[in-house]
């Protein structure tokens, strides 16, 4: 996932509107029942919207939105367990028509169907496609909203409503229950509970596929390696799982067993073959910048010193680890450095601009965004200066994604880098997380990226300078070490040029 925003969601009362303002202009106060409503009335009547709980009778769901299409859910009048729609009148008009869909008497559904309510006016108001994929939003509400009525849990339920969020287009954007929010919090810190992998989706096949392993873990000792392609968890297929959803499913209690099936490549590359490993989950704490120095000796008989570091995620303390460690360098006589994103999936954008800065000086265009609108910003290292001017030279690879093509883009396009290595996994689009009010979170896709010099990354990814390729076999057991790795060899050979 991308930038980790915590929203505060809206409060749901039985009597009054708790959430009265909106970024529009040209707007007007009315009184309706107990609430002083703000209301606002653009030229296009269905794009105000406004969320809140209006009711005077219990079981009734309310929220206010400007130019609702006034046939949702008409046939439902009179049912004593409604949700109720507020419709905003004309500027004229003195009254609000109150239109009800049915509410589930089973709590968990009803919390879940007041979570869609609040996703779909936050998907409404922030989703980066305002055309929501060329439908009629209004209408999937109503569907949404009517098929989630007869069901019975809540997991059925969030079920519904991430089918509806699918029909966006955009895997980015989900919802996921309370259970699943609380095991998203964890290991915020670097701490993690579970086997120590790194999933995504593959944006070519739309199977998920590790990304990478952390060094230790049980997953590494197992040979689980980038690439290789997740079937099952525990028995269950995984066909159709969001990505966020399975790496929930691989974390746990320590002591616990989850049982993984996967694609492994053959001894021969060539074929793909399941295999079915036993991992036992632990405490996984992890720095995700490790280093070493690669000394050399020319043959005029002068040392060189390399400074490799290499990022595995992008973390709260990936920035100042990173800094730490060129400040250490720069301190033990290193000319150059080789900053390896392979098998990086991504993490906080946050941490992305930061390490960015740590290499660039001030004035450069770190990133660009664009917003809903098509309104382009970039992102520029407003001041400070980069900590070595150094040659560099950055390993990316189809699983460097997200937050490491942010980095590698801003210091290839800045010219402040050479890329080494295969083309980058493609993902150009960057993500909020809103707690909802039932516990739940909602991940949106807010803003889409370009690099500096404006090339879309999206489903695209990066193709570096200079391509080579290190056997994914040779990691299946232990790491190469850095003499045996080609694409090491190789970047050596292109800082020796500069």
């Not at 989703?127 to 019975?152: A, G, R, S, Y």
């Not at 079915?276 to 704490?285: D, H, Q, Y």
């Not at 000086?361 to 917003?371: A, L, Q």
């Not at 997200?402 to 290839?412: K, M, R, V, Y």
């Amino acid at each position: 996932m991308e930038a980790l925003v915590i929203r505060s969601s809206l409060r749901f009362d039985s009597t009054i509107y708790t959430r009265c303002d909106l970024p529009y202009s040209d707007a007007v106060w009315r009184r309706v029942g107990s609430c002083r409503l703000r209301n606002s009335l653009p030229r296009r009547r269905k794009q105000a919207v406004m969320m809140g709980w209006s009711c005077k009778e219990e079981n009734k769901l309310g929220f206010h939105y400007g130019g609702f299409i006034d046939k949702i859910g008409k046939r439902f009048f009179g049912v004593a367990a409604t949700v109720a729609v507020v419709l905003a009148p004309q500027v004229a008009t003195a009254d609000s028509l109150t239109v009800a869909f049915p509410v589930s008497r089973a709590r968990e559904v009803n919390a879940a169907q007041r979570a869609l309510v609040e996703a779909w006016g936050l998907i409404r108001e922030t989703f980066v496609d305002p055309t929501f994929n060329h439908q009629d939003w209004d209408l999937k509400l109503e569907q949404t909203m009517i098929e989630i009525f007869p069901l019975k849990t809540a997991d059925a339920a969030y079920t519904k409503i991430n089918g509806m969020l699918a029909t966006l287009d955009d895997p980015f954007t989900r919802i996921i229950n309370p259970r699943e929010f609380q095991r998203f919090m964890i290991g915020s810190d670097g701490n993690l509970q579970g086997v120590g992998l790194y999933v995504n989706v593959d944006p070519s096949s739309g199977h998920l596929v590790v990304m990478s392993c952390i060094e230790g873990s049980p997953a590494y000792r197992a040979g689980i390696h980038a690439g290789n392609e997740l079937i099952e968890i525990d028995g269950k297929s995984l066909v159709g799982i969001d990505a966020e959803v399975v790496a929930q499913m691989l974390r746990g209690n320590v002591g616990t067993t989850v049982k993984v099936k996967l694609d492994s490549l053959t001894e021969l590359g060539n074929d793909l073959y399941p295999r079915e490993v036993t991992l036992l989950r632990e405490v996984i704490n992890f720095s995700p910048v490790s280093r070493t120095i690669i000394s050399r000796t020319t043959d005029g008989g002068r040392e060189t010193k390399t400074g490799y570091v290499r990022l595995s995620a992008f973390s709260q303390t990936a920035a100042k680890d990173m800094e730490t460690t060129v400040r250490e360098m720069e301190e033990q006589g290193v000319h150059s450095y080789i900053m390896d994103l392979r098998n990086n999936p991504g993490g906080l954008v946050k941490a992305g601009l930061d390490i960015a800065q740590i290499w660039l000086d001030e004035g450069k265009i770190i990133v660009n965004t664009i917003d809903r609108q098509g309104k382009m910003l970039p992102i520029t290292m407003d001041d400070g200066h980069a900590l070595t001017h150094d040659p560099l030279v950055v390993l990316v690879n189809e699983q460097s994604a997200s937050a490491s093509e942010i980095l590698a883009g801003a210091l290839h396009d800045n010219g402040r880098a050479i890329l080494v290595g295969r083309r980058t996994f493609g993902k150009g689009r960057m993500q909020s997380v809103t707690k909802l009010q039932d516990g739940s979170a909602l991940f949106i896709t807010v803003a889409k990226y370009l690099s500096p010099a404006l090339h879309d990354i999206d489903k695209v990814g990066i193709t570096p300078d200079v391509e080579c390729t290190t056997n994914p076999l040779k990691e299946k057991n232990k790491n190469p070490s850095l003499e045996a790795d080609s694409c090491i060899m190789v970047a050596e050979h292109e800082l020796e040029k500069q």
